[in-house]
């Protein structure tokens, strides 16, 4: 193996060890963050991607996160069917599909576009299933809290990026849009957006689980 060969799977030994520990998907900065400096995380992420590729577990991208799942097509082995004890309502499914396409979106443009008042308790139950998150506020009078989907959004319904969101072909494919649209309708595009808002303070530092003894002898 060539040296940069057998750099790139140290790199990726480490990346391994430490999406396998973590509580939550990892990005590439944090996993820069914890690795030596100059280490490759790029190539050691597509080193441990191809290494994994059609095993039972397999490395993935969700938004800008990495993490180790089971692979789709095993996905029957983990499933048992039960009753869903809690179901979004016709509110909340239109207030989440609005925040989706729309985002960054505030409160009061969410009814604005519903043409009702009644977007509050979707959002509260929406952020409760953690579909939904607070990203900023806008700079305009009053400065109002906008809206966006979340990491949760895109694992729950099997999407990479908000660019795989359905256009208006698809929907319509789907019979979720009427086929006599008025003309120049268009479905919005999140990922083409250019938010004009002001980030919320916050601070995203990674856990990890522990699950291994010290090797220091305990004292007397």
Do not use: C
Request: glycine fraction near 8%; aromatic fraction near 6%; charge should be negative.
């Amino acid at each position: 193996m060539s040296e940069s060969g057998s750099e790139a799977g140290g790199v990726a030994r480490m990346i391994e060890a430490l999406l396998f520990a973590a509580a939550e998907p990892l990005s590439d900065s944090d996993l820069a963050d914890r690795l030596p400096a100059g280490a490759d995380v790029t190539a050691g992420l597509e080193t441990l991607r191809s290494l994994y590729a059609g095993r039972g577990v397999e490395l993935v991208r969700i938004g800008e996160r990495w993490r180790f799942q089971t692979a789709a097509d095993l996905a029957f082995l983990m499933t048992r069917e039960r009753e869903e004890s809690r179901r979004l309502s016709r509110a909340a499914h239109e207030t989440l599909a609005i925040v989706a396409y729309h985002q960054p979106v505030t409160r009061a443009e969410i009814e604005a576009i519903r043409g009702v008042q009644s977007s509050s308790g979707a959002l509260d139950i929406l952020l409760e299933l953690k579909l939904v998150r607070m990203r900023g506020r806008r700079r305009s009078p009053g400065r109002p809290v906008t809206w966006g989907t979340t990491e949760t959004f895109l694992e729950h319904y099997g999407l990479a990026s908000l660019a795989d969101l359905p256009g208006a072909a698809e929907m319509k494919a789907a019979g979720l849009l009427s086929l006599d649209l008025p003309a120049g309708f268009n479905v919005p595009d999140p990922s083409a957006a250019k938010p004009d808002e002001e980030p919320l303070d916050s601070l995203d530092i990674p856990e990890f689980h522990q699950d291994y003894l010290a090797s220091d002898t305990d004292p007397a």
